[in-house]
């Protein structure tokens, strides 16, 4: 008996002990949470009006880049197509890139794509009025992130090869889809090998 | 509020003092002898028999909605998910409503232990006007003793909530677990519009379109605290990183470099995020401290760096690169030193996500049968296949915050999957399907 409320006894110090120590240690976080908190309240009351303002000022990202709309702006109607080359009309008539492709994982430039790069390099240089967007394209056999990565290093090798010929690199701008756009949606070896790509889009100078 | 207090008192509590043991009593087990039952990480794991008899109405308007059989449903849907449960059938139930008629909390111990049940979940519930309240109990039929109660109030409306929250308990009572039913997996989807981030709740419940971009997406991470969520979009025509204030409803763009531009994961702390950028020329991986803004190169490499994520400690980096020639999962400190690789098996691993435990990294490797995930620790060791190609192509694995599930997206026959798999059993449970493709996963915390 005598040692059951000896044991009792223990037990109710320890619990207090451990309450106490729950106060010191354990409420820290919450308090801390409500003070850091608590400035963006007050200036929300203050300043309603400037809403836009006082998010800037007291968000913990201020440091990092702008704010944006929430909403981007819907598309334009009308799906653009996607072709496996580009037409580009001007006043001496049309003129026609085609895509250059690439083996799996790869990103040099083929040998039988250079006589297209070649020619392609030579209008740019006769034509110094427009400029050009290279995409980078993959099959979606590869991994996305990594598909991202090697789409740009495709653009960025035959914006390297046009550079390397004469083009000036300020107007060669290059963007990379991955493998988001594929030219042929087939899950075939064939498709694969077209979706590899490198794609020109050329507009008259801006 | 209150469960996440508890954990924070666990966490420090195992630390700072011997009697924290006491504090975890007080807080995770109130109102009972406490100790944790299932050892859920024990070699020899079975699943335990748990039973939930229908729930009582104590009084107030008829039970319209059917909630008395209701609540055990929806609390033993949530419970069965984790796979540590083996949840009787009410059929096999010999406890009648009559033998408990005066008290809906008076147990007949040997009912339930003769058809092999070991913990038993026995609610009441008064219904008013749409208002709801109810207790549960939780009984150790074994030792013939409560282990646990609990009364929650809520609304008709927001019964799933409520039974989120019981079971929720009832895990965290019965295994010491923290419960993952409010926690979300976000992953990107294509739109007739475009792409947009998504999430969905981790019992397939919820599901909820985050962004309006109207562009391609990609990769997006969720900040520790669930505040924000960063992704990588096209919206402006080329690659950049947003930030979501969820809470403020604010969009930032924080990356507008030139060229590629991916969200990585926050670190555990939340004070930097890892981003995949080829502002230098090409593709290297750099480290962005939030408060000051300030960019920080970690790898030099001329070959393709991409797809980082934290060790659980934040000491350290697992990435992709393909500086051997192929793509293949590399491990470096958070500053970028000390790169070793670790992965040797097969000519294309990437999409690597280390476990919170810290002793696993997953990854999708290309297979005979496609990809498919893979683990293997971090000294590149003990590597052992998580999917098979049977349920398809699995790739983009992440892991849930306890590290016991990883999630991932599968696919075959035209469809797009996200599946949580159990690391116990390797079971696999689909949480989301589409037609429409599906990109990167990530869990929040």
Same mark, same amino acid.
């Given at each position: 008996?005598?040692?059951?409320?000896?044991?009792?006894?223990?037990?109710?110090?320890?619990?207090?002990?451990?309450?106490?120590?729950?106060?010191?240690?354990?409420?820290?976080?919450?308090?801390?949470?409500?003070?850091?908190?608590?400035?963006?309240?007050?200036?929300?009351?203050?300043?309603?009006?400037?809403?836009?303002?006082?998010?800037?000022?007291?968000?913990?990202?201020?440091?990092?880049?702008?704010?944006?709309?929430?909403?981007?702006?819907?598309?334009?109607?009308?799906?653009?197509?996607?072709?496996?080359?580009?037409?580009?009309?001007?006043?001496?008539?049309?003129?026609?890139?085609?895509?250059?492709?690439?083996?799996?994982?790869?990103?040099?430039?083929?040998?039988?794509?250079?006589?297209?790069?070649?020619?392609?390099?030579?209008?740019?240089?006769?034509? $110094? +009025? %427009?400029? #050009?967007?290279?995409?980078?394209?993959?099959?979606?056999?590869? !991994?996305?992130? /990594?598909?991202? =990565?090697?789409?740009?290093?495709?653009?960025?090798?035959? $914006? +390297? %090869?046009? #550079?390397?010929?004469?083009?000036?690199?300020?107007?060669?701008? !290059?963007?990379? /889809?991955?493998? =988001?756009?594929?030219?042929?949606?087939?899950?075939?070896?064939?498709? %694969?090998?077209?979706?590899?790509?490198?794609?020109?889009?050329?507009?008259?100078?801006? | 509020?209150?469960?996440?207090?508890?954990?924070?008192?666990?966490?420090?509590?195992?630390?700072?003092?011997?009697?924290?043991?006491?504090?975890?009593?007080?807080?995770?087990?109130?109102?009972?002898?406490?100790?944790?039952?299932?050892?859920?990480?024990?070699?020899?794991?079975?699943?335990?028999?748990?039973?939930?008899?229908?729930?009582?109405?104590?009084?107030?308007?008829?039970?319209?909605?059917?909630?008395?059989?209701?609540?055990?449903?929806?609390?033993?849907?949530?419970?069965?998910?984790?796979?540590?449960?083996?949840?009787?059938?009410?059929?096999?139930?010999?406890?009648?409503?009559?033998?408990?008629?005066?008290?809906?909390?008076?147990?007949?111990?040997?009912?339930?232990?003769?058809?092999?049940?070991?913990?038993?979940?026995?609610?009441?519930?008064?219904?008013?006007?749409?208002?709801?309240?109810?207790?549960?109990?939780?009984?150790?039929?074994?030792?013939?003793?409560?282990?646990?109660?609990?009364?929650?109030?809520?609304?008709?409306?927001?019964?799933?909530?409520?039974?989120?929250?019981?079971?929720?308990?009832?895990?965290?009572?019965?295994?010491?677990?923290?419960?993952?039913?409010?926690?979300?997996?976000?992953?990107?989807?294509?739109?007739?519009?475009?792409?947009?981030?998504?999430?969905?709740?981790?019992?397939?419940?919820?599901?909820?379109?985050?962004?309006?971009?109207?562009?391609?997406?990609?990769?997006?991470?969720?900040?520790?605290?669930?505040?924000?969520?960063?992704?990588?979009?096209?919206?402006?025509?080329?690659?950049?990183?947003?930030?979501?204030?969820?809470?403020?409803?604010?969009?930032?763009?924080?990356?507008?470099?030139?060229?590629?531009?991916?969200?990585?994961?926050?670190?555990?702390?939340?004070?930097?995020?890892?981003?995949?950028?080829?502002?230098?020329?090409?593709?290297?991986?750099?480290?962005?401290?939030?408060?000051?803004?300030?960019?920080?190169?970690?790898?030099?490499?001329?070959?393709?760096?991409?797809?980082?994520?934290?060790?659980?400690?934040?000491?350290?980096?697992?990435?992709?690169?393909?500086?051997?020639?192929?793509?293949?999962?590399?491990?470096?400190?958070?500053?970028?030193?000390?790169?070793?690789?670790?992965?040797?098996?097969?000519?294309?691993?990437?999409?690597?996500?280390?476990?919170?435990?810290?002793?696993?990294?997953?990854?999708?490797?290309?297979?005979?049968?496609?990809?498919?995930?893979?683990?293997?620790?971090?000294?590149?060791?003990?590597?052992?296949?998580?999917?098979?190609?049977?349920?398809?192509?699995?790739?983009?694995?992440?892991?849930?915050?306890?590290?016991?599930?990883?999630?991932?997206?599968?696919?075959?026959?035209?469809?797009?999957?996200?599946?949580?798999?159990?690391?116990?059993?390797?079971?696999?449970?689909?949480?989301?399907?589409?037609?429409?493709?599906?990109?990167?996963?990530?869990?929040?915390?």
């Amino acid at each position: 008996m005598r040692k059951v409320a000896l044991h009792a006894c223990i037990t109710l110090i320890v619990m207090i002990v451990s309450l106490m120590m729950f106060q010191g240690c354990a409420k820290k976080p919450v308090v801390q949470e409500d003070v850091a908190r608590a400035p963006q309240a007050e200036k929300a009351v203050q300043a309603p009006e400037e809403d836009q303002a006082v998010r800037e000022d007291t968000g913990e990202l201020a440091k990092l880049g702008k704010t944006v709309p929430e909403e981007a702006p819907p598309p334009k109607s009308g799906k653009a197509e996607r072709l496996g080359y580009f037409v580009v009309s001007t006043p001496d008539g049309d003129y026609v890139f085609y895509d250059v492709h690439f083996d799996f994982d790869k990103y040099a430039v083929r040998a039988e794509d250079r006589d297209a790069l070649n020619r392609y390099a030579k209008w740019f240089q006769d034509n $110094r +009025r %427009y400029d #050009v967007l290279i995409e980078g394209h993959c099959d979606e056999v590869g !991994t996305e992130e /990594y598909n991202l =990565a090697l789409g740009e290093r495709r653009a960025d090798a035959v $914006r +390297r %090869y046009l #550079v390397d010929l004469g083009v000036a690199a300020e107007r060669i701008r !290059t963007v990379s /889809y991955g493998e =988001a756009y594929p030219l042929d949606p087939a899950q075939t070896e064939e498709a %694969y090998a077209k979706n590899r790509r490198a794609h020109f889009v050329v507009s008259f100078e801006k | 509020m209150d469960r996440k207090d508890s954990a924070a008192v666990m966490k420090k509590g195992r630390i700072v003092h011997v009697f924290g043991y006491f504090l975890l009593i007080l807080l995770v087990i109130p109102g009972a002898a406490a100790r944790v039952y299932i050892d859920i990480d024990s070699p020899g794991f079975q699943k335990f028999p748990l039973a939930i008899a229908d729930f009582r109405q104590t009084g107030g308007d008829p039970d319209e909605a059917g909630l008395s059989r209701w609540f055990p449903d929806a609390t033993a849907r949530y419970l069965d998910m984790t796979d540590y449960f083996q949840i009787k059938d009410r059929r096999a139930f010999l406890e009648t409503a009559r033998s408990t008629a005066g008290d809906p909390f008076k147990v007949e111990f040997p009912d339930w232990t003769t058809i092999g049940v070991d913990y038993l979940v026995k609610g009441v519930f008064i219904l008013r006007g749409g208002a709801v309240t109810s207790e549960i109990r939780i009984y150790d039929t074994v030792k013939a003793e409560e282990v646990f109660r609990r009364t929650y109030t809520g609304t008709v409306d927001g019964k799933a909530e409520m039974a989120g929250r019981m079971a929720g308990d009832i895990l965290a009572a019965l295994t010491g677990t923290r419960p993952l039913f409010d926690s979300q997996i976000a992953f990107g989807r294509k739109t007739p519009q475009g792409a947009e981030i998504f999430s969905v709740n981790f019992d397939g419940s919820g599901i909820a379109k985050r962004t309006a971009e109207y562009a391609l997406v990609f990769s997006p991470q969720w900040s520790p605290d669930g505040r924000y969520l960063s992704y990588t979009s096209y919206r402006s025509g080329t690659p950049a990183v947003y930030i979501k204030d969820l809470k403020q409803k604010v969009t930032r763009m924080v990356t507008p470099y030139r060229g590629m531009n991916l969200a990585g994961p926050w670190s555990p702390d939340g004070r930097k995020m890892l981003l995949t950028l080829s502002r230098d020329g090409n593709e290297e991986i750099y480290s962005l401290e939030i408060a000051t803004g300030t960019l920080k190169r970690l790898t030099r490499h001329f070959a393709i760096d991409v797809s980082p994520c934290w060790s659980p400690d934040g000491g350290s980096i697992a990435f992709v690169s393909n500086r051997s020639g192929s793509p293949q999962i590399y491990v470096m400190d958070a500053a970028g030193n000390g790169v070793r690789r670790i992965s040797y098996e097969g000519g294309y691993n990437t999409s690597p996500a280390w476990s919170p435990r810290g002793d696993r990294i997953a990854y999708e490797s290309r297979t005979g049968g496609g990809f498919q995930i893979f683990t293997i620790n971090p000294q590149g060791e003990d590597l052992q296949a998580v999917t098979s190609a049977a349920g398809g192509v699995h790739e983009k694995p992440a892991w849930s915050p306890d590290g016991r599930y990883l999630a991932a997206i599968s696919r075959k026959g035209g469809r797009h999957r996200i599946v949580v798999i159990g690391m116990s059993e390797m079971k696999t449970r689909t949480i989301y399907e589409s037609t429409w493709k599906c990109s990167g996963l990530a869990w929040s915390h």
